[in-house]
């Protein structure tokens, strides 16, 4: 079956930088769009960023426009989201996902999901 595992979540400070990584392992069949979702307490997960199976295409969130990045190297089955400028509201698990075909801003739409990595920004 198909893994993601992420990495690189930490407690940081406001206007701080870091940078999450997602590996995917196990055999896979279809080319696949990845994206980045979040989740604070007491909220539901929301979409962050995506990016085409190709690294063509990527698309973000407004909140996150500007500060993040997302990519992916193909070749290391990796994908990476860098945040700079880091806000307290940015503080939540972040999970890394996959889906067949084209990307999506649901969460409901990937079927393959990481553990998640908490990123806790402090004021």
């Known amino acids: 079956q198909v893994q993601l595992v992420e990495s690189g979540g930490g407690l940081v400070q406001t206007g701080d930088s870091l940078r999450l990584s997602c590996t995917a392992s196990?055999?896979?069949?279809?080319?696949?769009?990845m994206g980045w979702f979040r989740q604070a307490p007491e909220k539901a997960r929301e979409f962050v960023a995506a990016?085409?199976?190709?690294?063509?295409?990527?698309v973000y969130a407004d909140s996150v426009k500007g500060r993040f990045t997302i990519s992916r190297d193909i070749a290391k089955n990796t994908m990476y989201l860098q945040m700079n400028s880091l806000k307290p509201e940015d503080t939540a698990i972040y999970f890394c996902a996959a889906r067949p075909g084209g990307w999506s801003p649901s969460s409901g739409m990937y079927p393959y999901w990481g553990q998640g990595t908490q990123v806790t920004v402090s004021s």
């Open positions: 990016i085409s199976w190709s690294g063509e295409s990527t």
């Open positions: 196990g055999p896979t069949f279809n080319r696949q769009a």
